[in-house]
T-cell receptor, first 119, second 109 residues
Framework: EAGVAQSPRYKIIEKRQSVAFWCNPISGHATLYWYQQILGQGPKLLIQFQNNGVVDDSQLPKDRFSAERLKGVDSTLKIQPAKLEDSAVYLC?????????????????FGSGTRLTVV | QKEVEQNSGPLSVPEGAIASLNCTYSDRGSQSFFWYRQYSGKSPELIMSIYSNGDKEDGRFTAQLNKASQYVSLLIRDSQPSDSATYLCAVKGSYQLTFGKGTKLSVIP
């Protein structure tokens, strides 16, 4: 089974520039997540999609970050304009599903991430 | 704010010893608990999941859950240098998976 694909692997931009990241989840995975991981910290959820609908974007800085998942498959995450504090690894993950009740046996599979440096 | 707390370490253990990693969480409604391993510069990799109170064993790994104490732990028996990594505890509430900051484990040959 192919894993979660992300691109680019690395990106260096100047502050106030814009940047976009792409993610292709595992085939058949309905749920897609974007996480931000700052060095030395655990991943922080930015946005969660179920098919092509947003389930949770409460921690997404909507004044500068946007994300979409057209046709319920690929997803893009955009930052415009970037700030120095956006320097982090942006991880995309997917899972079979996300149920609000009962037990979830659906561990997430992460992509290799995009390391963003804002200078 | 749902929180997941871990001791950041580093935790150093000699090769062959048992490594014990601990995690506490704030959301009493959490039902699913996961341990991820993250090597430096790599993405997190799921190694264990646990849903019921008690122990769950998988090879050299044992996850322990105590919902009354809101406590999850991971034991690694016969620790190997290849186990040296950051271990992330993750707790799933209604929808989202919340991660702790991770504990860095170093296994000394």
């Amino acid at each position: 089974e192919a894993g979660v694909a992300q691109s680019p692997r690395y990106k260096i931009i100047e502050k106030r520039q814009s940047v976009a990241f792409w993610c292709n989840p595992i085939s058949g995975h309905a749920t897609l997540y974007w996480y931000q991981q700052i060095l030395g910290q655990g991943p922080k959820l930015l946005i969660q999609f179920q098919n092509n609908g947003v389930v949770d974007d409460s921690q997404l800085p909507k004044d500068r970050f946007s994300a979409e998942r057209l046709k319920g498959v690929d997803s893009t995450l955009k930052i415009q304009p970037a700030k120095l504090e956006d320097s982090a690894v942006y991880l995309c993950a997917s899972s079979l599903g996300s149920l609000p009740t009962g037990l979830s046996n659906y561990g997430y599979t992460f992509g290799s991430g995009t390391r963003l440096t804002v200078v | 704010q749902k929180e997941v707390e871990q001791n950041s370490g580093p935790l150093s253990v000699p090769e062959g010893a048992i490594a014990s990693l601990n995690c506490t969480y704030s959301d009493r409604g959490s039902q699913s608990f996961f341990w991820y391993r993250q090597y430096s510069g790599k993405s997190p990799e799921l190694i264990m999941s646990i849903y019921s109170n008690g122990d769950k064993e998988d090879g050299r790994f044992t996850a322990q859950l105590n919902k009354a104490s809101q406590y999850v732990s991971l034991l690694i028996r016969d620790s190997q240098p290849s186990d040296s990594a950051t271990y992330l505890c993750a707790v799933k509430g209604s929808y989202q998976l919340t991660f702790g900051k991770g504990t860095k484990l170093s296994v000394i040959p």
